[in-house]
């Protein structure tokens, strides 16, 4: 035993059971580009499958050593069989907003992703090989030998990687440069390289230095109202399931009744809640921003808190994303907070006691309240029974098991409560006039896939996400006393708009003057009827029109 090294032979085992059994969403999305039965496509697909082997045997050659030989094959074993699992059931992809959401994802999100098909995967795909690979006696080989056999194995992982792109060089340059979205599916070599993208983009031992914006913010001398606003940051809500949008289902009986504005035409600034809410609330544009960046900058709330607005932040999903971390902020997906749970707490929640903070209050007012919305996969879960008004619905997390109709139904019912949620939040506001100029502004964070091209969820790289990812519902409602052109809005509303509009037109709503704030970017600027919102720095508008 002392003479022979199985070090080789495990890492070459690993690698090929990997590429054949935790790949099979890379190679269904490239049989659906390149399909097996045209020309020498079979071909180029085998030596796909040899090259990506390769690739595995050299990260593996390269990293491991005698004592992290079968710890590294472990984690790879594990990780290809998780992510073979979500990427098999929900075609998502492991890039490295989605490390960020895995890691930022709560206890109770979690806990509805998994499944016993999960725990089986992770079994028979992960767990078995892992044991095979620890009760394998490496043996040991003196230092030259063994330094000899590993430069011999990665010659062999760059013979693996090197001949299939010189013998179909033509093919390959067409798969790098014309579909290299293809790569994201690679398991688990693309999500070892988003995660280390996501580490070294977050890595920095300098304590983070929030930059400031908006200094000068101030509420004119003119403005003698008081304005209570109340933003509703949705979850994962799409504009095609909102009867105000056209559904075919009354999934908004009730703000069917309201005078409320709905904006079909808008998009969300990625398809994920980690990147989407710090997004809507910053002054930076979805071109320009970065994850990186909003964690060193001000956003919205600190400007309107600045110009001595009384900010809320009230949380009934995972928190906010870092947005509210210079105000008050409440978690109500906690029961001491959150009045009204059942299976999990209701968004309704984040109501009660709301009036008692408003009477407490002596300045304008800004309010946020972050929904759990239509979370998925188990939307059964988002709403209280007696909104089960469409059925059968999926009581099943792993949505593949399901019908497109329990699907969608399931989906509709939390739209329909959101419906519910949504006019409560305008009553409240409703006792509300008499004293303030009173505003709802509800704006889901992205949309959701329900199983359209056999995608589920959200989260997808935004050039590769489907519209129902990025298409979101924004509605916008306005009390008697707000001084605003209704009728202009409604006629506006089919306009194009997105997140980058939020920042710019709570500043103009709330009558902040501020440099940060550009008209061109504020949905409500032709509609303004009072002369205090009026902008004070118009020599801003051909630039920010031009760099939208």
């Not at 606003?229 to 289902?249: K, M, P, Q, T, W």
């Not at 008209?519 to 600027?525: E, H, N, P």
Request: charged letters at 20%; aromatic letters at 10%; hydrophobic letters at 40%.
């Amino acid at each position: 035993m002392q003479n022979r090294n199985y070090t080789n032979i495990l890492i070459l085992a690993a690698a090929i059971f990997i590429v054949l059994f935790d790949n099979a969403a890379f190679f269904r999305n490239v049989i659906m580009v390149y399909p097996p039965t045209k020309g020498s496509n079979l071909l180029y697909i085998i030596s796909l499958g040899i090259g990506a082997t390769g690739v595995i045997i050299l990260l593996l050659a390269l990293l491991a050593s005698r004592l992290t030989t079968k710890p590294l094959l472990v984690i790879f074993l594990m990780t290809g069989a998780v992510l073979s699992y979500f990427m098999n059931h929900y075609n998502v992809v492991i890039d490295s907003t989605m490390i960020q959401n895995i890691l930022e994802t709560n206890v109770n999100e979690s806990r509805d992703l998994f499944s016993l098909k999960l725990l089986s995967t992770l079994f028979f795909l992960g767990i078995l090989p892992s044991l095979a690979v620890c009760v394998i006696p490496l043996g040991h080989l003196p230092l030259r030998r063994a330094l000899i056999s590993r430069l011999k194995l990665i010659g062999i992982a760059l013979l693996l990687i090197l001949i299939p792109i010189f013998s179909f060089s033509r093919f390959y340059a067409s798969f790098f440069r014309e579909h290299k979205v293809l790569r994201y599916y690679a398991n688990p070599t693309y999500a070892i390289y988003s995660t280390y993208k996501y580490l070294t983009q977050s890595a920095g031992s300098t304590p983070v230095i929030v930059q400031p914006i908006g200094n000068d913010a101030k509420i004119p001398e003119t403005d003698k109202n008081r304005e209570l606003i109340i933003v509703v940051v949705g979850e994962a809500a799409r504009a095609d399931r909102f009867s105000l949008n056209g559904y075919e289902r009354k999934t908004n009986p009730l703000l069917s009744r309201e005078d409320v504005i709905f904006y079909p035409n808008v998009q969300s600034c990625d398809t994920s809640t980690a990147t989407s809410v710090p997004c809507m609330f910053s002054d930076l544009t979805r071109a320009e921003f970065s994850s990186k960046k909003a964690k060193t900058r001000e956003n919205i709330l600190d400007i309107v808190e600045r110009a001595g607005v009384n900010v809320l932040w009230r949380d009934n999903n995972s928190d906010s994303k870092g947005v509210a971390l210079r105000v008050p902020y409440e978690d109500y997906m906690n029961p001491d907070n959150n009045t009204i749970c059942d299976e999990e707490c209701r968004d309704e929640g984040m109501l009660v006691g709301l009036q008692d903070y408003i009477d407490a209050q002596k300045k304008d007012i800004l309010i946020i309240l972050h929904q759990m919305g239509n979370h998925g996969p188990a939307y059964y879960k988002r709403y209280p029974k007696e909104f089960e008004q469409f059925t059968p619905v999926c009581k099943n997390n792993q949505l593949e098991q399901c019908s497109p109709d329990e699907i969608n139904n399931a989906y509709d019912n939390c739209i329909l409560y959101t419906d519910f949620f949504l006019s409560k939040t305008i009553d409240l506001l409703k006792k509300n006039d008499q004293r303030f100029e009173t505003a709802l502004f509800y704006i889901s964070d992205h949309g959701e896939s329900l199983g359209e091209y056999g995608v589920y969820l959200h989260g997808m790289p935004y050039p590769l996400a489907p519209e129902s990812q990025k298409h979101i519902a924004a509605i916008l409602w306005f009390g008697e006393n707000f001084q605003i052109n209704r009728d202009t809005l409604k006629s506006e509303a089919q306009q194009t708009y997105s997140h980058d509009n939020l920042f710019h037109t709570l500043l103009g709503a709330l009558e902040i003057h501020t440099e940060s704030y550009v008209s061109a970017l504020d949905i409500l600027r032709n509609a303004h009827t009072d002369e205090s919102r009026n902008d004070p720095y118009p020599e801003k508008q051909t630039a920010a029109t031009t760099k939208r």
